[in-house]
């Protein structure tokens, strides 16, 4: 026997022979925890989780909110209600399921000498189930077995470390993470901590005493651990410790467990007992998706614009095969040529390789043969030539012989293009000069690009940790009932919240397909598609009955139905399903839509032409349209091909790309394009002046004819006819000057001809000055205008012409009233003026000469967005979604805005009947519209063409020009699209004609966002693009020009057909 005084030394050591050990008692004490996802890892030999993770580590978590069952020794079962703060509660095997805000145990106690198994559900399981664990097989199946014994003997055994080491077990305890979520709640909650302390402090201060004094004391200690743990991780806030975790991280309330359960422990040897839960690690990986799709949309929403149009400003001045090699597909299409992006890599290097052989060679014919003779420049060029063939090899394996000399000049011109965008040259983009490249690729590649790799590698370990457990989640759902509708409800609940986010990226959609592909009720998530019903997952048998049920125009065929393959109680369940009430079946259903299209795509390829509709579906679709049409309006029309929805729930069922198009906002920017003219009023060729504004006014007159005159085009108007005026006063008094007369007696007075109509032409041209510079004011109140560095150089001119032409008044004028108050003769008022105009005409002559400098030189539309763009020198467009919308708008609308050309003749008609009087006009005859960027398969397209004619009244002539149409594909030198042509319908007394082109961009094509707000994915705005067509002339008509007549007709969709050109394959 021991003595006493060795005992008091011995060690707590289980083996040691003079020890006490820790678990002599009879019992020990358990404390039910669950493997999850973690921080940090656990780190102890017992810790024993089924899966190792990828993009989490794995440690002990509370149970989540459900149930736990005990079998221990000879039994019975017993079951625990798990809590929402992890602690249990006994209850009867067959009480209704219900969630508990609370518990009254933190652990079990139970005897040391037998083995304990445990067991936790989501939901309660049923009769039938805790019936099959009275059998020790099932038991060993289906619950964790826990060896009570070998506890005893070790102190621990695999999946039951000790709880004394709970801070290396523990997620929520852990030191480094819970000094972070310390750390946290302080930068969070600092404000509140205060006034907590200070009501504290008050109640100390009022009543000092124990009571006060330790609570004051106490929370002093506390916030002096919270500035700690602040000081040392500035940052937590911004990234919060669990934000991945459907259940809150809770450290107060972990560690509050944690005591409770050492508390209830007493002198019983306590450790943990941790069971697996598949299907909360399924919940926290998808809810980790959400948060990682919800930061995309968020980064997406600030940033992608500034991506796209970088990618634009790149494609300006990079060489890409995969571009190069879409531009010869496109010019050889009649060849058949189809070159990808690898070879297109290929023509590339050759040409640089080429190049640097060449240059060579002209070193060598230059200075070689002088330096070293001919017969070494001949060697050296022989081997170039050599060389040259090497190069030329690869090239010639996949380009046709007759094409070789024709495809090095197109890739020249590609090379030379790139690099002339990055010159000053004004045939370029101008890209260096106008954007901040060094900037723009800095962002690329240290924000850009680390972001889309850390959502690459971060979406990969998700979605692996995702397939390793759903592959695990048959077992753990064996006990899902799918008779019961509580169970199928759950079900319906845990498939939205495991499975909504996998069709969010193209890996994720091909394992929802791998799920949804064969149902099984091995795999309960794979039958939500026949709403977990084992009856509804092969209908084959009953193809017949089931298309005439899809087809009926009533839901009594699919009752009929339906009842004869489930339940009554099920019948009822299912449904409720199909309708608009958004219950978590339909909306798993819908955010699986993409894997169920791709899995219909899938089966329609090898499906033959069966005529039965649904022998072509998959099963995991038969019974899914058989809910939709049970519980919904939903209709199914069978074609040849497959079949489509119709009803409200249908279309919110399948528009699956719906947010595809968010970023795609409509906005509407102009484009000044006015042209002026030069102002010569008085000048040395005032006859020329006088033609060139009697041409513009009847040029304007024609562009507005048959829309109504806003602000703008109203100034404009007067504009020019005061220019008119001036320019008539002007000849008038030249032509007058020209007879000898210098002067005009009135009344008996006299006047200077010169000075006089001087005076005259200088008060018109400022008036027209006047009228101008108000006109440049009326547009920047239109919608979108802004101030570029073309208004300002019409400010300067409008200005600059008003100071002259008010000089000019102010000189006629006075020389004129020398002469009328008879201070001045003729002959000293007239050389008076003639001296001092001379300046001012001087002056006009540069300020005109300047601004068609100016004009000339003025930057070309692409120019000025490249200026104007987020990556610009001098940015336009701001931050906000209106802003950013506007910028998009405008780059799409540079990128593919339509173009029309007209064809037409002059006409002539005799007025009277002398046939001395002739009236010209014109008339069109062809239509053309000029389609960038579109393709005959992926195009949508709605046109409209009216006839106005004498009276005003218009006629659609839409379908029958639609008729007349054809498509060809654009030249290369215009492009690469769709040209669309035909000739007009014949419609008598026709003035002039509208079209209304509604095209649909190939941006938002390319991204399946045509599916919503249609209206608003149309080339220059909601009212697309429209034009004024009057013979030859084509005037178009902006969306904030007002309306037209055109906008009272419908537009037509122009059929695929049409647009797919005659040499199309």
Same mark, same amino acid.
Request: hydrophobic share 40%; glycine share 8%.
């Given at each position: ?231 040392q991780y500035p940052d937590a806030s911004e990234h919060p410790i669990g934000e991945w975790s459907v259940v809150p991280w809770d450290v107060a309330g972990t560690d509050a467990w944690l005591q409770q359960a050492k508390s209830q422990a007493a002198d019983l040897w306590p450790v943990f007992a941790a069971v697996d839960d598949d299907l909360g690690v399924l919940r ?82 230059r200075d070689m043969r002088r330096a070293l003779g001919h017969s070494a420049a001949d060697a050296r060029l022989a081997e170039i030539k050599q060389e040259q063939e090497i190069v030329m090899a690869p090239v010639r394996a996949f380009i046709p012989a007759d094409l070789q000399n024709q495809v090095q000049l197109v890739i020249m011109n590609y090379v030379t293009t ?148 489930? #339940? ?5 369940? +299912? @449904? %409720?399903?199909? !309708?608009?009430?958004?219950? *978590? =079946? &339909? $909306? ?49 029309? #069978? ?5 489509? +929805? @119709? %009803?409200?729930? !249908?279309?919110?069922?399948? *528009? =699956? &790309? $719906? ?280 195009t949508q397209l709605y046109l409209c063409l009216v006839a106005v004619n004498d009276r005003g009244s218009a006629t659609d002539c839409t379908l029958q020009w639609l008729e007349k149409l054809n498509s060809e594909w654009m030249p290369y030198h215009n492009g690469m699209g769709l040209s669309l042509s035909g000739k007009l319908p014949e419609c008598l007394n026709t ?75």
């Open positions: 026997m021991s003595s006493p005084s060795l005992a008091d030394k011995s060690t707590r050591d289980v083996k040691s022979p003079i020890s006490l050990c820790p678990a002599r008692q009879p019992d020990v004490f358990i404390v039910p925890a669950r493997y999850a996802l973690s921080e940090q890892p656990a780190q102890h030999s017992c810790f024993s989780p089924a899966t190792k993770t990828a993009s989490h580590p794995m440690a002990l978590r509370r149970l989540r909110v459900g149930y736990l069952y005990l079998w221990h020794a000879q039994g019975p079962l017993k079951r625990y209600a798990v809590a929402a703060d992890g602690r249990l509660q006994l209850q009867g095997l067959d009480a209704p399921h219900s969630e508990l805000a609370s518990g009254s145990d933190a652990g079990i106690s139970l005897k040391k000498d037998k083995d304990a198994w445990l067991l936790y559900t989501e939901r309660p399981i049923g009769a039938e189930q805790y019936q099959q664990l009275e059998d020790p097989q099932q038991r060993s199946t289906h619950m964790r077995k826990i060896a009570l014994p070998r506890v005893a003997r070790e102190l621990e055994t695999e999946h039951c470390p000790p709880l004394t080491q709970a801070e290396k077990l523990l997620a929520e305890l852990m030191p480094e993470v819970r000094e972070q979520a310390m750390a946290q709640d302080q930068q969070k909650n600092a404000a509140a901590h205060k006034a907590g302390i200070d009501q504290l402090s008050k109640q100390m201060m009022d009543n000092p005493s124990y009571e006060t004094i330790k609570p004051y004391t106490d929370a002093m200690l506390w916030q002096a651990q919270l500035d700690e743990a602040s000081a926290d990986l998808n809810f980790e998706q959400v948060s990682v799709n919800l930061a995309e949309e968020e980064w997406d929403h600030n940033n992608a614009l500034k991506g796209m149009v970088a990618g634009f400003i790149n494609s300006l001045i990079n060489e890409d095969g995969a571009e190069l090699s879409n531009q010869f597909n496109y010019i050889y299409r009649e060849r058949d040529l189809e070159l990808t992006p690898e070879q297109g890599e290929t023509l590339l290097q050759q040409r640089h390789k080429l190049e640097a052989l060449m240059d060579e060679e002209t070193q060598v014919n790139k690099a002339t965008n990055m010159t000053d040259a004004r045939s370029g983009a101008q890209v260096s000069e106008r954007v901040d490249l060094v900037g723009m690729q800095k962002w690329i590649s240290q924000t850009a690009e680390p972001h889309q790799q850390r959502l690459v590698d971060r979406r990969s370990v998700l979605l692996a940790d995702t397939e390793a457990y759903l592959d695990r989640h048959g077992p753990t759902l064996w006990y899902a009932d799918f008779d019961s509708e509580e169970h199928c409800t759950w079900l319906s609940e845990l498939s939205l919240n495991t499975l909504s986010e996998l069709c969010s990226t193209g890996p994720g959609t091909q394992l929802a397909m791998n799920l949804l592909r064969a149902p099984s009720v091995n795999q309960p998530l794979s039958m939500l598609s026949s709403g977990f019903s084992p009856s509804l997952m092969d209908l084959a048998d009953r193809a017949v009955n089931v298309q005439a049920a899809l087809e009926s125009p009533t839901q009594e065929a699919v009752g009929k139905l339906l009842s004869s393959l489930v #339940a009554a109680g099920k019948l009822t369940w +299912l @449904s %409720g399903l199909g !309708g608009p009430n958004g219950t *978590d =079946w &339909s $909306q798993a259903v819908s955010r699986l839509s993409a894997a169920f299209t791709a899995l219909q795509a899938e089966n329609l390829t090898g499906a033959g032409s069966s005529s039965n509709l649904i022998q072509r579906f998959p099963p995991s679709l038969r019974g899914m349209l058989l809910i939709l049409r049970l519980g919904s309006d939903t209709v199914f029309k #069978a074609g040849s091909l497959g079949f489509h +929805l @119709s %009803g409200s729930t !249908g279309q919110k069922l399948w *528009d =699956w &790309s $719906q947010y595809a198009g968010k970023q795609l906002q409509k906005g509407l920017t102009p484009v000044a394009n006015q042209i002026k003219s030069l102002n010569k009023f008085g000048g040395l060729l005032p006859l020329a002046a006088l033609l060139l504004h009697v041409s513009n006014v009847a040029s304007i007159n024609k562009r507005d004819q048959g829309r109504e005159n806003d602000d703008v085009r109203g100034l404009e108007h007067a504009a020019e006819n005061f220019k008119v005026g001036a320019a008539l006063s002007a000849v008038i008094g030249s032509a007058w000057e020209a007879t000898g007369q210098v002067e005009i007696s009135k009344f008996g007075m006299k006047a200077p001809i010169i000075t006089l109509f001087g005076f005259t032409t200088g008060v018109l041209a400022t008036f027209a000055s006047i009228t101008e510079l108000a006109t440049l004011s009326a547009e920047m109140y239109k919608e979108g205008a802004y101030w570029t560095d073309d208004h300002w150089a019409r400010l300067s001119h409008d200005s600059a012409v008003m100071a002259l032409m008010t000089a000019q008044t102010g000189l006629g004028g006075y020389a004129t009233y020398m002469v009328l108050i008879g201070e001045w003769l003729t002959k000293d008022a007239i050389a008076w003026f003639t001296l001092r105009l001379s300046p001012v005409g001087w002056l006009l002559l540069i300020v005109e000469g300047l601004y068609l400098a100016w004009n000339y030189f003025k930057d070309s539309e692409l120019q000025l967005f490249l200026e104007q763009c987020c990556w610009g020198n001098q940015r336009r467009w701001g931050n906000s979604p209106e802003q950013q919308s506007a910028e998009l708008q405008t780059l799409v609308n540079l990128l593919f805005k339509p173009k029309v050309i007209a064809d037409g003749h002059i006409t002539s008609r005799q007025l009277g009947g002398g046939g001395n009087s002739i009236v010209l006009g014109s008339e069109t005859d062809d239509l053309q519209i000029l389609l960038p960027g579109a393709e005959p398969e992926r003035r002039y004609w509208q079209v209304q082109v509604l095209y649909h961009s190939p941006l938002a094509l390319q991204t399946g966002a045509l599916s919503t707000e249609p209206e608003k994915l149309v080339i220059g705005g909601g009212m697309g693009m429209r034009y004024i067509i009057n013979g030859s002339a084509v005037t178009e008509h902006k969306t904030n020009d007002g309306p037209l007549v055109i906008d009272r007709f419908k537009s037509q969709l122009v059929n695929p057909e049409k647009l797919r050109p005659k040499d199309a394959s």
